[in-house]
């Protein structure tokens, strides 16, 4: 029996270095399960859309599809884009099969990815000596997506024992910025940033700029292709092959 598909969904964006991201994140995912057949899919902004990879896996022969979303918080684009696709693939598709999973979301194992992105940044500008740490996230209207940051970012700086404050870039306070220069008010002088988006982006861009204006000393790039949000995505496929099992 043929294996479901894997079809790895962003939301897509103009910034060509955003879908070169997700290829070669979904090229590492390939590399750890050569057997299965994984397609990226964008919502918006981007090619291949997602009803373009569903017709090509179901001219392949495919009945069954698992869909990630490559996305960092549980809102709007999963609660409703996500299901509303996939509703209209299986309207145009009888008899197709397909299980969304739950987003890549905020693992607390993405605190490596995040450190190792950091330490990268902080050799490229030779800072050695640290005070505090600002969590850069995209922001949302839902204050739940925006409390799960908080956490992460509480634990962040609980493992490496120095004040963080969670800022974003859009739809709620505090923007980077402030962040940098409430704990430049504080008398901190050394503050670093790191990026907690997955691909490079406009907002990932201000987000940098605002930072570095306030007094920031260095600011990562986003977590990116990285080996373990590789193996994230294969751990919601595996999950959501099984649901697709009949019982």
Do not use: C
């Not at 964008?42 to 990630?68: N, Q």
């Not at 299986?90 to 990815?113: D, K, M, N, S």
């Not at 490079?200 to 986003?222: I, K, M, Q, S």
Request: charged letters at 25%; glycine letters at 4%.
């Amino acid at each position: 029996m043929t294996a479901p598909a894997l079809i790895a969904l962003a939301h897509g964006s103009r910034d060509p270095r955003s879908a070169a991201t997700i290829s070669a994140l979904v090229d590492a995912t390939k590399a750890l399960r050569p057997d299965l057949r994984i397609e990226k899919a964008f919502l918006d902004l981007a090619k291949p859309s997602f009803h373009t990879v569903v017709d090509r896996l179901v001219k392949a022969g495919y009945d069954e599809i698992v869909v990630v979303p490559l996305l960092l918080a549980e809102a709007f684009h999963a609660r409703v884009d996500v299901p509303e696709v996939i509703a209209e693939a299986t309207t145009r598709h009888p008899g197709l099969q397909i299980r969304a999973t739950a987003v890549l979301g905020l693992e607390p194992r993405f605190l490596e990815v995040l450190d190792e992105r950091l330490r990268e940044a902080l050799k490229e500008a030779r800072i050695r000596e640290l005070d505090a740490l600002v969590l850069a996230a995209a922001g949302t209207s839902d204050p739940l997506a925006n409390q799960a940051v908080a956490r992460l970012a509480r634990l962040w700086g609980a493992h490496h024992k120095l004040p963080v404050t969670a800022a974003y870039a859009t739809s709620a306070p505090p923007a980077t910025g402030e962040a940098v220069r409430a704990f430049r008010a504080e008398g901190r002088r050394h503050i670093a940033v790191a990026s907690l988006f997955l691909a490079p982006g406009n907002l990932v861009d201000r987000a940098t700029e605002l930072a570095l204006e306030a007094g920031a000393v260095a600011v990562a790039e986003p977590l990116g292709a990285h080996p373990e949000i590789a193996r994230t995505i294969l751990a919601r496929y595996a999950v959501g092959a099984v649901e697709l099992v009949p019982v």
